[in-house]
């Protein structure tokens, strides 16, 4: 997890987005969203995402979460999931 200006944090996820994966992100996310600090997630490192790590994803982007430096192939899962602008 890293601290920017203006109050943002950044979490660079690596590896795959499954399983208990999920179940932690979802864990880190969800206080820093509910006292409204702005999130960046950096899937940079990220080279698979499942089915429900897309639908959390998906989730996170409607509630502001910033998605973004994906490889082409999670840039196309997130898509054909739904999460646009990723």
Known sequence: MVEGKNGQTTLELEGQLIGPWIVELER?????VRRG??????L???SFVGRDG??????LR????TIGDCSTFVLEQL???GVHGA
């Open 44 to 46: 940079r490192a990220v």
């Open 28 to 32: 880190l996310c969800t206080p820093l």
């Open 79 to 81: 898509k054909a999931g």
């Open 37 to 42: 600090t702005p999130l960046n997630l950096d």
């Open 62 to 65: 409607e509630q502001r979460v």
């Open 54 to 59: 897309v639908q959390l994803l998906c989730d």
